[in-house]
C-alpha cells in the first residue's frame, strides 16, 4: 500500500509540475508575441520618393502620394545597396530629391518617423543625381530672371507726354524730343523719288 501511495504522489507531483510548466511555457510565449508586437510597432518602413531635403529632415512621397516627415539622426545609416549582398555606407548628404528609397524607423511625437536606416540602389542614387544636376542651373537661371524683372520694375518709368498727335498714341518724352517737325508722308516719298531719278 505505501508503494501504490508514493506512486500516488509522484503521479500527482509530476501532473501538477506539467500544468505548472505549461503555464510557464503559455506566459512566455504570450510575453514573446508582446514584445514582437513592440518591436514592430517600433520599426516602421516608409518607400517612397524623396521629395524635399531640408536640414536634417527629408519629405518621402509614397506611392499613395502620402507625404512622411522623416528625420534623420547622427545614428542613420544611409546603405546604398552594391550588388545582391554587399551595402556601402554614404554620408547623409547623399539623400537627395528624386531618390526612391526605403527608410526604416519609428516615429517620434511630432508625428516625424526618426530614420535608423535609410537604403537605396547605387543606379536610382546616379539618376538622381543627374536630374538635380539638371535642375541646379535651371533653377539658378531661373532666380536670375526673377531678379533682372524685379530690377525691371524698380527703374523709373517714361514720362508721358499727352499729346497724342502722332495717330491717337500718347507720345514720350524722348520721342519729343527727337520729333520736332512733322513731314507728310507724301512729302518724304517725292523726297526719296526725286533723290533716286535725280
Known amino acids: 500500500m505505501t508503494n501504490s501511495l508514493s506512486a500516488l504522489r509522484r503521479r500527482e507531483h509530476l501532473k501538477g509540475n506539467t500544468e505548472r510548466t505549461i503555464r510557464i511555457v ?17 520599426n516602421d518602413k516608409v518607400e517612397g520618393l524623396i521629395s524635399g531635403r531640408n536640414g536634417d529632415t527629408m519629405t518621402v512621397e ?30 547623409v548628404t547623399a539623400l537627395v530629391p528624386g531618390l526612391p528609397v526605403e527608410v526604416q524607423g519609428s516615429f517620434n511625437d511630432k508625428y516625424q518617423m526618426v530614420a535608423e536606416k535609410v537604403t537605396f540602389r547605387g543606379s536610382d ?19 536670375q530672371s526673377q531678379q533682372q524683372l524685379q530690377a525691371q520694375q524698380h527703374l523709373p518709368q517714361q514720362e508721358v507726354s499727352p499729346d497724342t498727335s502722332a495717330g491717337g498714341r500718347p507720345r514720350t518724352a524722348a520721342s519729343s524730343v527727337f520729333c520736332k517737325t512733322r513731314v507728310p508722308l507724301g512729302a518724304n516719298r517725292r523726297n526719296l523719288e526725286g533723290e533716286g531719278s535725280g
Open 125 to 143: 542614387l546616379k539618376t538622381a543625381q543627374d536630374i538635380q544636376t539638371g535642375i541646379a542651373p535651371t533653377e539658378q537661371q531661373v532666380q
Open 62 to 91: 509614397t506611392q499613395d502620394s502620402e507625404k512622411v516627415v522623416v528625420a534623420l539622426t547622427d545614428f542613420t545609416q544611409v546603405l546604398e545597396l552594391v550588388g545582391a549582398f554587399r551595402k556601402k555606407r554614404l554620408a
Open 26 to 42: 503559455v506566459l512566455a510565449f504570450t510575453a514573446f508575441l508582446f514584445l514582437c508586437g513592440v518591436v514592430a510597432a517600433q
